[in-house]
């Protein structure tokens, strides 16, 4: 019976979070389009660049309890496939949380407006010009903590690379968030993975890098 309700008690927060959303791409369609006459800018990639992350390992909801989160999985195959460098956003506040007080701690945070601390610092965020910014969504935008993130280091005139690991939002309202973040940044070439999908996924994230000039 215990089990039972948590199951219906995950469908639930899964149901609303996903039409809460207000974007539910697969993740076929998960490369961002630019808008008719609005060409995204070329990126660079010969200049240095760093993933930017945060991802929670733990209890899941499709994946089950896991060791490596599934952004973390992202973004190891792009610092692997790009040689970028890799700044992990890390909080314990979430460690050991099971998935439903997880979904209900993130959804207060997010009604708030908190803005968790992580851990760490990058050493001169200066040296990067591209910066690659990837988060699981939570109710349809990036973790608070990421926020966090935003508000302390200043990536306007960077170009920004967005992406998400999500379970039905896509990229949800990520790329806003970044874009409102960071008005003269260069937010371009966003990608979105189902999280159930990254184990298998490196030649869908191999493809995207590629169609960003990566690799060629
Ligand atoms: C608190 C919480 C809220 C979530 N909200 C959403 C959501 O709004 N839309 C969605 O598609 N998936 C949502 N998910 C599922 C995660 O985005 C998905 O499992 C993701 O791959 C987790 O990545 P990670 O392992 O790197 O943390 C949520 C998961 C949690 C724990």
Redesign the pocket.
Same mark, same amino acid.
């Not at 988060?135 to 349809?140: E, F, L, Q, R, S």
């Given at each position: 019976m215990k089990t039972l309700k948590y199951i219906l008690a995950s469908a639930l927060? &899964?149901l609303v +979070?996903?039409a809460?959303?207000g974007n539910t791409k697969t993740a076929a369609e998960g490369a961002e389009q630019p808008a008719v006459g609005q060409q995204p800018l070329p990126v660079d990639v010969a200049s240095k660049a760093i993933v930017v *992350? *945060?991802? $929670? %390992?733990g209890d899941?909801?499709? &994946?089950g309890n #896991?060791k490596v989160?599934?952004?973390? #999985?992202v973004a190891d195959y792009i610092s692997e496939l790009t040689g970028a460098d890799q700044f992990e956003i890390v909080i314990d506040k979430y460690d050991g949380m099971a +998935?439903k007080p997880?979904?209900d701690? %993130?959804?207060a945070e997010q009604e708030n407006g908190e803005l968790p601390e992580f851990k760490g610092a990058i050493d001169n965020i200066d040296q990067y010009e591209t910066v690659f910014v990837g988060?699981? &969504?939570?109710?349809?935008?990036y973790?608070q903590v990421m926020f966090t993130f935003f508000n302390r280091y200043d990536l306007n005139g960077k170009t920004i690379i967005p992406f998400?690991? $999500?379970?039905?939002?896509?990229l949800?309202r990520c790329v806003d968030d970044v874009k409102k973040a960071y008005p003269k940044a260069n937010v371009t070439g966003a990608f979105s993975i189902?999280? $159930?999908d &990254?184990r298998d996924g490196k030649a869908s994230v191999e493809k995207w890098l590629n169609g960003l000039g990566y690799g060629k």
């Open positions: 927060c &899964v +979070y996903t809460c959303s *992350f *945060f991802s $929670h %390992a899941n909801y499709s &994946v #896991i989160g599934n952004t973390k #999985i +998935y997880l979904c701690l %993130a959804k988060g699981p &969504v939570w109710w349809g935008t973790p998400t690991t $999500h379970e039905g939002s896509g949800g189902y999280g $159930h &990254v």
